[in-house]
């Protein structure tokens, strides 16, 4: 109990020395980890209805297991895809202060997005792993923000954390710009686990984490990867992801197994 009053009196003082700030523009909040109201209104939180497979966000609640257009025709190497918010101008500040702005204090209040968010992949899952970074980029950029994430949601689980196993060997050029095509050609190839790393692997359910999903293209191909190495099936969570507009389609008979998934 003493412990506990301590801690409280810890956090107190700091919170006098140090102010809590908004996540994303710094202004004076009430709690630490958390947005100012207006901050929090900008953000598009994704809520309701969405794909099955991808998780993009339907306007209309079209049953549980409905597939937007690209799933329906090319299904995803992965079971399913959840993000906590669309990528937008309001998020992108956000996700590109964390990713590259040193603003690692904020990956536990975004781990508690993203349990909130992916509740339903974590209770499936018996693994979490994130997208790792080439180590020339890694050593440029100093931490993962991925593997952040994933070491800060396994906290919050009962779930293992593996930063190791799922290797990015491959110095890829930059996913902007580039078509979705594009992005799986410049990926090929790029990840792969070790044979030491493969009884880690074998017959889990792989959480696996990143920042943002765009194309989708990355989350595949580590998917892959994953299932090679004999993962029983990856999910994926992630901070943000792109939203484009498309068409829906609600006949689950179309079924492929393709990485030429747009998402």
Same mark, same amino acid.
């Given at each position: 109990?003493?412990?506990?009053?301590?801690?409280?009196? @810890?956090?107190?003082?700091?919170?006098?020395?140090?102010?809590? %700030?908004?996540?994303?523009?710094?202004?004076?909040?009430?709690?630490?980890?958390?947005?100012?109201?207006?901050?929090? %209104?900008?953000?598009?939180?994704?809520?309701?209805?969405?794909?099955?497979?991808?998780?993009?966000?339907?306007?209309?609640?079209?049953?549980?297991?409905?597939?937007?257009?690209?799933?329906? %025709?090319? &299904?995803?190497?992965?079971? @399913?895809? &959840? #993000?906590?918010?669309?990528?937008? #101008?309001?998020?992108?500040?956000?996700?590109?202060?964390?990713?590259?702005?040193? &603003?690692?204090?904020?990956?536990?209040?975004? #781990?508690?997005?993203?349990? &909130?968010?992916?509740?339903?992949?974590?209770?499936?899952?018996?693994?979490?792993?994130?997208?790792?970074?080439?180590?020339?980029?890694?050593?440029?950029? @100093?931490?993962?923000?991925?593997?952040?994430?994933?070491?800060?949601?396994?906290?919050?689980?009962?779930?293992?954390?593996?930063?190791?196993?799922?290797?990015?060997?491959?110095?890829?050029?930059?996913?902007?710009?580039?078509?979705?095509?594009?992005?799986?050609?410049?990926?090929?190839?790029?990840?792969?686990?070790?044979?030491?790393?493969?009884?880690?692997?074998?017959?889990?359910?792989?959480?696996?984490?990143?920042?943002?999903?765009?194309?989708?293209?990355?989350?595949?191909?580590?998917?892959?990867?994953?299932?090679?190495?004999? #993962?029983?099936?990856?999910?994926?969570?992630?901070?943000?992801?792109?939203? @484009?507009?498309?068409?829906?389609?609600?006949?689950?008979?179309?079924?492929?197994?393709?990485?030429?998934?747009?998402?």
């Amino acid at each position: 109990m003493e412990t506990a009053k301590l801690a409280v009196l @810890r956090d107190r003082a700091l919170d006098i020395l140090f102010p809590p %700030q908004c996540l994303s523009c710094q202004a004076l909040v009430a709690e630490t980890g958390t947005l100012c109201s207006d901050c929090w %209104q900008n953000i598009s939180f994704i809520e309701g209805p969405g794909c099955h497979a991808c998780g993009l966000p339907f306007e209309f609640d079209l049953g549980l297991e409905a597939l937007c257009g690209a799933c329906s %025709q090319d &299904r995803p190497m992965f079971n @399913r895809a &959840r #993000a906590v918010m669309i990528y937008n #101008a309001a998020s992108r500040d956000l996700i590109l202060a964390f990713k590259h702005g040193d &603003r690692t204090h904020a990956a536990a209040a975004y #781990a508690g997005w993203l349990y &909130r968010t992916g509740r339903d992949l974590i209770q499936h899952s018996d693994l979490i792993l994130p997208v790792p970074l080439h180590w020339s980029r890694l050593f440029h950029r @100093r931490y993962n923000q991925a593997a952040l994430l994933a070491i800060e949601l396994g906290k919050r689980t009962n779930l293992s954390v593996d930063t190791d196993s799922l290797v990015r060997h491959k110095k890829t050029a930059s996913q902007g710009h580039k078509s979705p095509s594009q992005r799986l050609s410049n990926l090929r190839g790029a990840f792969s686990v070790s044979a030491q790393s493969e009884n880690n692997i074998k017959d889990r359910h792989v959480l696996l984490i990143d920042d943002v999903l765009t194309t989708g293209a990355t989350a595949a191909v580590c998917a892959k990867t994953l299932l090679r190495a004999g #993962a029983s099936a990856v999910d994926v969570l992630t901070l943000a992801r792109v939203v @484009r507009t498309e068409s829906v389609i609600t006949d689950h008979s179309l079924n492929g197994n393709s990485l030429l998934t747009d998402i």
